[in-house]
């Protein structure tokens, strides 16, 4: 039996050979989410850091405007959206000179931080279910081929009248389809799990993020209460 991979794709049945052309598109259609989630999340946190660099002698001088232009700069950077939207609900509010009530403007932050986070966790979860299904329905998919393989492969025998020698090739060639199956979930899953695990990371410092942000709000919001009495 020829185990090279033109001899075996030779030797595969129309059943076969259709599987390993979805089980490739699959592979490629995961391997292509993996790179664009990797190289998304890098930059992110690459962006992330370079932003609080930029930000904490800004907000220490209370420049808010200078503020909101440095994270529109980051726009890959998940904790720019968030202080950005945060800025952007305080300030607007904080200047309208109708609200009187300091509370206003940090609830109003603060909830337009909490969505910007939520929508942003959304975002960051694009495609990721290409990887979970891929991950879920590969196997069965190579398995499907194997069995239709394995069909075939005794039906020839039923037609030869040979022992399970004539057909073991067939067999062993159906059983490919299985192997293969594993070969393109395996990589999925894991990447899965991997890209699911930084989502978490990424949440958990957007929410550090808006919580010292809220904090910084309320300190500003008591300094502005302090000099207009």
């Known amino acids: 039996m020829d185990m090279s991979l033109t001899g075996l794709w030779n030797s595969m049945g129309l059943t076969a050979k259709a599987v390993v052309v979805v089980l490739l598109i699959m592979s490629v259609y995961s391997i292509w989410v993996m790179i ?65 009530d300091p509370e206003v403007p940090i609830e109003a932050a603060r909830q337009g931080m909490d969505r910007t986070a939520m929508i942003t966790v959304a975002e960051m979860k694009e495609n990721l279910g290409v990887l979970a299904t891929v991950g879920a329905t590969a196997p ?45 979930a395996i990589p999925a899953v894991w990447a899965f799990n991997y890209f699911q695990n930084r989502i978490d990371r990424f949440t958990v410092e957007m929410s550090n993020s808006g919580s010292e942000m809220s904090i910084y709000f309320m300190k500003e919001a008591g300094s502005d209460k302090a000099s207009v009495a």
């Open 140 to 184: 069965f998919v190579g398995l499907f081929g194997t069995v239709m393989g394995i069909v075939h492969a005794f039906q020839k025998m039923a037609t030869s009248g040979g022992g399970i020698a004539s057909v073991s090739a067939g067999i062993a060639e159906a059983l490919i389809t299985t192997a293969f199956g594993l070969f393109v």
């Open 36 to 100: 664009e989630r990797y190289i998304l999340f890098t930059q992110a946190k690459n962006q992330s850091l370079k932003l609080l660099g930029a930000l904490s002698n800004v907000l220490t001088k209370g420049d808010y405007q200078q503020a909101i232009d440095i994270t529109k700069k980051y726009k890959q950077s998940h904790l720019a959206k968030v202080i950005g939207a945060g800025l952007l609900e305080f300030e607007a509010i904080r200047r309208d000179k109708r609200n009187m």
